[in-house]
């Protein structure tokens, strides 16, 4: 059952970096790109369309990831204080940590890209996109190396 649960949890992060990556390149790439550049590419997809998807899926790996999260303290975390893997263990409650502000920041994300597009509200949407696809990118990593080091069923 956890292992099912994590492999979820990993596919739904995936799809929030995927969304949350594009959405911070298309905000953050120069509206005056070459033509047919990568940059133009990633703006000719309208950035405020990922938000709602952003939200959802930053939800449901929240959840998911608080049930795994009580096989990971019961399970493999013992096992990683045993073996002194403390570099490896900073990084995961560095995560804890990230995604809580995260979901701290999640109704002012939502709410920026609900307001119509305006320059003073481009630099809040911006930073707020940035710093949401960090922590999505440093959680999945994070678990990743977590993972590797010892993880469920091992």
Same mark, same amino acid.
């Given at each position: 059952?956890?292992?099912?649960?994590?492999?979820?949890?990993?596919?739904?992060?995936?799809?929030?970096?995927?969304?949350?990556?594009?959405?911070?390149?298309?905000?953050?790439?120069?509206?005056?790109?070459?033509?047919?550049?990568?940059?133009?590419?990633?703006?000719?997809?309208?950035?405020?369309?990922?938000?709602?998807?952003v939200v959802v899926?930053?939800?449901?790996?929240?959840?998911?990831?608080?049930?795994?999260?009580?096989?990971?303290?019961?399970?493999?975390?013992?096992?990683?204080?045993?073996?002194?893997?403390?570099?490896?263990?900073?990084?995961?409650?560095?995560?804890?940590?990230?995604?809580?502000?995260? &979901?701290? $920041?999640?109704? /002012?994300?939502?709410?920026? *890209?609900?307001?119509?597009?305006?320059?003073?509200?481009?630099? %809040? +949407?911006?930073? &707020?996109? $940035?710093?949401? /696809?960090?922590?999505?990118? *440093?959680?999945?990593?994070?678990?990743?190396?977590?993972?590797? %080091? +010892?993880?469920?069923?091992?």
């Amino acid at each position: 059952m956890a292992t099912a649960l994590l492999i979820l949890h990993g596919l739904i992060a995936v799809a929030l970096i995927g969304a949350l990556t594009h959405q911070a390149v298309a905000t953050c790439a120069p509206s005056r790109a070459k033509p047919h550049s990568f940059f133009t590419r990633f703006r000719a997809v309208p950035a405020a369309a990922f938000t709602n998807t952003v939200v959802v899926l930053y939800v449901t790996s929240f959840l998911l990831g608080g049930i795994v999260y009580l096989y990971f303290k019961i399970d493999i975390q013992p096992y990683l204080e045993r073996d002194r893997h403390w570099s490896a263990l900073g990084l995961f409650d560095l995560k804890e940590d990230f995604v809580a502000i995260g &979901l701290g $920041v999640l109704p /002012a994300y939502w709410c920026s *890209w609900l307001l119509p597009p305006a320059d003073q509200h481009r630099q %809040i +949407r911006t930073v &707020l996109t $940035v710093v949401l /696809a960090f922590i999505a990118w *440093w959680s999945f990593l994070a678990g990743h190396i977590i993972n590797n %080091i +010892r993880g469920f069923g091992s």
